[in-house]
């Protein structure tokens, strides 16, 4: 069997719908579960719904699920035709009165919790899945809508409950894999499951991706399909660089670099439960399906290029904390990262000096804030405008000189900060916004002007 996750894009309306329902008839033969998000923008819709009720905002909240249900009951009249399904259509306008009841009630109690919250986020889930079976069905595909929330089980963190493995496979045995047995293609919402006890959760935003590698590996699937909007990672940010090229193969290690370091397609730590079971990840276009995509394994093939790509991320601000006498002082640096941690920052590159430390953190304000508790401890100055420049891939490991051959391709600019070795797969520094287009467009020249044909597209 195979996964086929189809984001909030690729179901976003009739149309994408559609084009979906042309993809997954292609695998037939293959077995395919599919998993498809809320329609694009919905579930962030459903969240200010809920902290609008939350805040005793009625109208406001009844006014944007209207606004929903309207957007729902268009692409289903678009996809099946006007009362083409009535069941569908009653069990529909039934979820949304449901929504609009809780909405009341969370105004009508005046608290929002996050056990409600994710009752509500996990709404567009339910319902996308209900309409993009019934669309398939319509369309020549025996496709059958399976409620995630029996199959996917977690503990109680509501907003990023963790999945229970060995209870989630059990389920999965029992509900999904007859189906796929007699034939059928199951259709299930991602991001979404529900406790031992049966209470609504869902596993953190941008899920899907998470649930497609739950299901995948919990089947044993052969290959797992994340349908986008793009065609697959590429070796570096085309806005920045017009010569930017498709990576086809990349190891599962890179991409999550990548995407530590600013890349948008995916979060590769969502797909964990596919890697360790061995399960190729392939990351793909609805729009342009012909397109090969970007393949994530647990091992890449080796490449003749030293990188696989070059990520940069822009509004970092670089806090220096300066202290001449007691900085390397036992529980010095504890002290400096408590600060972070007590005000939620996460900290992207560190560097140490005898007497300095450097961090990186993504510009927000509560710098200021944090500035402020450092200089308890130590000097403290924070400058904003930087990125930080990353290039990774796995032949760091094994190749002499590449800091030399990076460095000197952008010797004429500013670097504030250098980072290598704590992954062994990535080199990073930090230079000022302004020098991104160049520096990113000098390495790109430098690094892929040439490139392994096995490799990049
Ligand atoms: N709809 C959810 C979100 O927007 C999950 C997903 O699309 O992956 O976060
Ligand atoms: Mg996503």
Redesign the pocket.
């Known amino acids: 069997m195979i996964v086929m996750k189809f ?2 894009t690729s179901v976003q309306d009739a149309q994408a719908i559609d084009r979906a329902a042309a993809i997954v008839r292609e695998r037939l033969a293959e077995q395919p579960v599919v998993v498809v ?2 329609l694009s923008k ?3 819709q459903l969240l200010a719904m809920a902290s609008a009720a939350g805040s005793g905002n009625r109208e406001k909240a009844l006014e944007l699920s209207r606004a929903a249900r309207e957007r729902h009951f268009a692409a289903v009249t678009e996809l099946l035709g006007v009362q083409a399904v009535p069941q569908l259509w009653a069990e529909l306008e039934t979820d949304f009165d449901a929504l609009d009841d809780l909405l009341a009630g969370i105004v009508a109690v005046g608290e929002l919790t996050l056990r409600t919250t994710d009752n509500i986020a996990g709404f ?2 339910r319902v996308s899945s209900k309409i993009v079976a019934t669309a398939f069905s319509q369309r020549g595909i025996s496709a059958e809508s399976v409620d995630s929330r029996q199959c996917i089980v977690t503990d109680a963190n509501f907003t990023k409950a963790v999945p229970q493995f060995e209870e989630t496979n059990a389920r999965l045995a029992q509900i999904v894999a007859p189906l796929l047995e007699s034939g059928r293609t199951p259709v299930m919402g ?2 979404i499951g529900s406790t031992r006890e049966g209470v609504a959760t869902t596993i953190g ?5 998470f649930t497609a590698a739950i299901v995948g590996g919990g089947l044993n699937a052969t290959r797992i399909e994340i349908w986008t909007d793009v065609d697959g990672m590429m070796t570096t940010d085309p806005g920045l660089c017009p010569e930017a090229r498709r990576i086809k193969t990349i190891s599962f290690e890179e991409a999550a670099e990548l995407a530590y370091f600013g890349a948008k397609v995916l979060h590769p730590a969502t797909l964990l439960p596919a890697i360790q079971k061995n399960i190729p990840v392939l990351v793909l276009n609805s729009r342009n399906p012909k397109n090969e995509g970007t393949r994530i394994t647990a091992a890449a093939p080796r490449s003749k290029n030293i990188f696989r790509a070059i990520a940069a991320k822009k509004r970092i601000t670089i806090v220096n904390v300066v202290a001449t006498r007691m900085l390397m002082a036992h529980g010095f640096l504890k002290s400096i990262f408590e600060v972070f941690a007590a005000h939620r920052c996460p900290v992207d590159m560190v560097t140490t000096s005898e007497v300095s430390v450097s961090v990186t953190v993504d510009s927000n304000e509560s710098i200021a804030a944090i500035a402020a508790d450092l200089s308890k401890l130590a000097d403290v100055e924070y400058v904003g405008r930087k990125a930080i420049v990353c290039l990774v891939g796995e032949n760091i490991r094994s190749t002499p000189g590449i800091a030399a051959k990076v460095f000197s391709a952008v010797e004429d600019v500013t670097i504030h900060m250098i980072s290598q070795g704590a992954s062994e797969i990535n080199i990073s520094f930090v230079i000022d916004e302004a020098d991104v287009p160049k520096v990113v467009s000098r390495l790109h020249q430098t690094f892929f002007s040439q490139t392994d044909p096995e490799v990049f597209a």
């Open positions: 984001g909030g998000s809320a919905i579930t962030d567009g889930e991602g991001f935003r941008g899920g899907s991706d």
